[in-house]
């Protein structure tokens, strides 16, 4: 089992404190200006991984949304990618072990894992890539909130796919190889993506570069999207997630992009001169 690595320090390690935020956060996330269609018929979602008490709150929005969508009763398993910051394992490495958070276990759903390793040999069975990375692990416990109120939700079980390499042709790659393995095994999927978006700039320059890449993102614009990243050379550390986010859920027949929240590290700071962004999306 990959036991929790950052709980104490990006999340409570309090079992009733990292509840009581999450159940919260969750509470508290409202989004009126987004289509409640949308909402409800979403295949991937966008959700931001720094400590909770930046970023909590943002992403409070995304797993708001996971539990109206209409699909939640029939989730089998729930692909989470994230970006490797740690510089371990493998380019494309994914985990076959179950986890853990201080709000209990997850099951890997190792059928899928197994299954999705061997699609190309770009993928990897690789446990130290995820040994010390945080961007899937802080997802875990909304998901788990969501599982102890949704019973429906308890069956589901996990893939931990971990980017090193996040070129739009392991994003395009990845993205396909879910999507077959998700139809091989008979499984109702959904797929979040971990990302921040701009890093360690003032407010104003990282949300002029943010609203470029969403705006692609909306737009269902990848290749956009990569391009952005490039050119304005906008931090957002998980824009291959993202991608393969984007290509999911448009195989699936999504036709646009949601902007559910965006927010920096500065508006819980109060210092906006060099901030952290984080935004919460959806694929619908």
Known sequence: MR?????????PYD??????????????????????????????????????IYSGRTAAYTYRAISENARIGSIDTIVIAGPNHTGYGRPIAISIQDWHTPLGPVKNDVEFSKALSEKSEMFSIDEEAHKYEHSIEVQLPF????????????????VFVCMGDQSINASELLASSILEVEQELKRNAVLIASSDFDHYEPAQTAKSKDSKLIEALLRFDYKKFNGLVSSLEDSACGFGPISVALLYSKAKGAKSGYLLKYSNSGDTTGDYSEVVAYTSLLFA
Not at 143 to 158: D, G, I, T, V
């Open 3 to 11: 036991k929790e690595a950052v709980s104490g320090s990006f999340y």
């Open 15 to 52: 079992s009733a404190e990292l509840r009581e935020f999450v159940s919260s956060a969750i509470d508290s996330a409202k989004f009126p200006q987004v289509e409640k269609k949308a909402i409800a018929k979403a295949f991937s979602y966008v959700s931001p991984h720094a400590g909770y």
């Open 143 to 158: 998901l788990q909130f969501l599982s102890e109120k949704e019973e429906s939700l308890r069956k589901a079980k996990y």
